[in-house]
């Protein structure tokens, strides 16, 4: 019983921990968005690795496809685009967060 108590809580403390830091990655868009709309903010544009922040994405969103039992399918290659990185990711985070909506309970969802 203890053991299955400890894993309990390890678990519901890494579901904390990902869900804190989905909430800090959300604050952060939204502080980007109003700096956008007060033009004090800068685009950069460069070169970006699509697939570690796709990866990153789909961890942020982790509790959301747990609790929807949705199946996620990563088919990205390597890929560079020029784009500025914080769009990039608030793209990325709003079309996977609409994906899981959409596919329903037990649904699924491929990314490439």
């Known amino acids: ?15 904390i921990q990902t869900a804190t830091g ?10 980007m968005w109003s700096k956008t709309q007060m033009s004090a ?3 950069q544009i460069k070169p970006v690795e699509v ?3 796709m990866t990153e994405t789909l961890d942020s969103v982790q509790l959301n496809v747990e609790a929807s039992h949705t199946e996620i399918e990563i088919i990205f290659q ?10 990039l990711r608030t793209i990325l985070r709003n079309l996977l967060q609409n994906a899981i909506k959409s596919a329903g309970r037990n649904g699924k969802v491929s990314m490439g």
Do not use: G
Request: charged letters at 30%; glycine letters at 0%.
């Open 1 to 15: 019983m203890r053991k299955y108590l400890l894993r309990s809580r390890r678990r519901n403390s890494d579901k």
């Open 51 to 53: 697939l570690p922040i």
């Open 41 to 43: 903010f800068n685009i």
């Open 22 to 31: 989905s909430l800090q990655e959300a604050m952060e868009e939204l502080l």
């Open 78 to 87: 390597p890929t560079l685009v020029n784009t500025d990185e914080y769009f």
